[in-house]
C-alpha cells in the first residue's frame, strides 16, 4: 500500500525515518511532505493514488477526499477530527483513527499554568517589569481550597483533576455523557451543570466540540458563575461563545479567563473582542503542544497506520 504524511508532525526529520521503517519493511511505500499546505489543491496533489492518508491538525476537506478513489484510512496524528471531511469519507467508506491520549499531561499542565497566570498576574507583572513601568506589587490568589469545577471527566479531564488535587483544591464534575469511575474514587462529586457553574471558583472545559457542545458557555451560563470565578478553556473554541465571554469580562461579572483555544485558528484579529477583553490570558492554541507530546503523537500516529496495514486497525473512531 502507499502510505503518505502530507504535513510535519513538530519532530525532525530522523525521527520520522525512523518510525516509518517498520512501513517500508512491510514491502509498503511511505512519502513524507514536510512543508504544511492549507491549498486544496495541492494536498489533492499530495493525496493522489495513497491508500493512507496521515495529517495532523491541517484541514482535510470533503474535495480532496472526494478526488482519491483509493484511500482506505485517513490517520489523523490529533484528537479532534472536526477538521476533516467526515461526510465525504463516510460515503466513501474511508476508515478514520486519531491519536487520542497524546497530549493529555501537556494539555493538562496548561490548564494549571493558565490559572495560575489569572491568579497570579504572572503576564501582568512580566509586561510592566519590561516596560519600566512597575506600578506597585500584584496581589493575588491561591489555588488552594478553591472549589474546581471539571466539565468532562475523560482521560484530560481527569489528569486536570489529579494536578488540581495536588494544589490542594476540591474538584466538583459534570459529563453529559458518563460518569468516570476514577472520579469516584479521587472523591470528586458530580453535579448538573448548573450547580457546577453556581459553586465553582475555576471552572475548566474538557469535553469534544459536538452539536451538543457546541455554545454550551453560553452568554446564560456565565450569568449563573461567581463574580469572583474564572474560566478555562484548553479544550474547543466553539464550546464558549468567546464574544458573550468578553462582555462579562468587561462587565466583572466573572473576574477572569485563560483560553487557549477560539472560533478559528490564530492568528487571531485584533479586533476579536476577546483579545480586548480585561482579565483574559490568550495562548495560540499550544495546550497539546509541547515536545514530549510531540514524540508520543507520532509514535501513536505510525503505530495506527502500522496495525491498519497488518490487518488490525486500532483507535478507530469512523469505520
Request: aromatic share 6%.
Amino acid at each position: 500500500m502507499l502510505v503518505k504524511l502530507l504535513e510535519p508532525l513538530n519532530v525532525s526529520d530522523s525521527i520520522i525515518e525512523k518510525l516509518a521503517e517498520p512501513i517500508k519493511q512491510s514491502g509498503h511505500e511511505f512519502v513524507y511532505y514536510n512543508e504544511k499546505t492549507t491549498d486544496s489543491a495541492e494536498l489533492a496533489r499530495r493525496s493522489e493514488g495513497a491508500d493512507v492518508i496521515m495529517i495532523a491538525n491541517n484541514p482535510y476537506p470533503t474535495e480532496v477526499i472526494d478526488q482519491n478513489a483509493n484511500l482506505k484510512l485517513i490517520n489523523v496524528a490529533f484528537t479532534g477530527v472536526d477538521h476533516v471531511g467526515i461526510g465525504q469519507a463516510r460515503n466513501q467508506d474511508v476508515m478514520i483513527c486519531n491519536a487520542a491520549g497524546y497530549a493529555n499531561q501537556a494539555v493538562a499542565e496548561l490548564t494549571i499554568g493558565l490559572v495560575l497566570d489569572v491568579y497570579r498576574h504572572i503576564t501582568q507583572g512580566d509586561k510592566e517589569i519590561h516596560a519600566d513601568n512597575f506600578p506597585g506589587a500584584f496581589q493575588g490568589s491561591e489555588i488552594k481550597g478553591k472549589t474546581v469545577g471539571l466539565i468532562g471527566t475523560g482521560k484530560i479531564g481527569m489528569m486536570t483533576a489529579r494536578l488540581f488535587k495536588a494544589f490542594g483544591a476540591k474538584i466538583v464534575a459534570s459529563d453529559q455523557s458518563r460518569r468516570n469511575p476514577e472520579a469516584e474514587v479521587l472523591g470528586i462529586e458530580y453535579m448538573e451543570l448548573d450547580e457546577l457553574l453556581a459553586q465553582s471558583d475555576i471552572v475548566s472545559l474538557h469535553i469534544p466540540l459536538l452539536s451538543s457542545t457546541k455554545g454550551l458557555i453560553s452568554k446564560e451560563k456565565l450569568e449563573l458563575m461567581k463574580e469572583s470565578a474564572i474560566l478555562i478553556n484548553c479544550a474547543r473554541g466553539p464550546i464558549v461563545d468567546n464574544d458573550a465571554l468578553a462582555d462579562a469580562l468587561n462587565e466583572g461579572r466573572i473576574a477572569g479567563a485563560g483560553i487557549d483555544v477560539f472560533d478559528m485558528e490564530p492568528p487571531i484579529p485584533g479586533d476579536y473582542k476577546l483579545v480586548q477583553a480585561k482579565n483574559a490570558i490568550l495562548t495560540p492554541h499550544v495546550g497539546f503542544l509541547t515536545n514530549e507530546a510531540m514524540e508520543l503523537r507520532a509514535k501513536i500516529a505510525f503505530d495506527n497506520t502500522m496495525t491498519f496495514l497488518e490487518g488490525k486497525p486500532q483507535n478507530i473512531i469512523r469505520r
